[in-house]
């Protein structure tokens, strides 16, 4: 079975800067696509970033600028630099991989999420 274990979630003051981690278990799932999604109070999940194994990012248009992507693949594991917090950017962000699990075939995987809460 894949899991994905998420950390480095937390309070920040508006400005401030989090970063989150996601690593993959599994030794046999090999992750294609891994990203980032968030909840925020009364809205629906919607994605943040997502990062390719060759390394092609995409990003929502509201954290273009201030968030980067990045992945280890030798780790399956993917991260999520926040920089430049703001208040609106408060939400439960969920890791997201997909890839193929060996006799398991090809699988999505989410995370349990991590609570980031931007205030002061």
């Known amino acids: 079975q894949v899991q994905l274990v998420e950390s480095g979630g937390g309070l920040v003051q508006p400005g401030g800067s989090l970063r989150l981690s996601c690593a993959a278990s599994?030794?046999?799932?090999?992750?294609?696509?891994m990203g980032w999604y968030r909840q925020a109070p009364g809205k629906q999940r919607a994605l943040v970033a997502t990062?390719?194994?060759?390394?092609?990012?995409n990003y929502a248009d509201s954290v273009k600028g201030r968030f980067t992507i990045s992945r280890v693949n030798a780790k399956k594991t993917v991260y999520l630099q926040m920089n430049s917090l703001k208040p609106e950017d408060t939400a439960v962000y969920y890791c997201?991989?997909?890839?193929?699990?060996?006799?398991?075939?090809?699988?999505?995987?989410w995370g349990q999420g991590t609570l980031v809460t931007v205030s002061s």
């Open positions: 997201n991989a997909d890839g193929w699990a060996g006799p398991d075939g090809y699988v999505e995987v």
């Open positions: 599994g030794s046999l799932f090999s992750a294609n696509v």
């Open positions: 990062i390719t194994s060759d390394g092609s990012t």
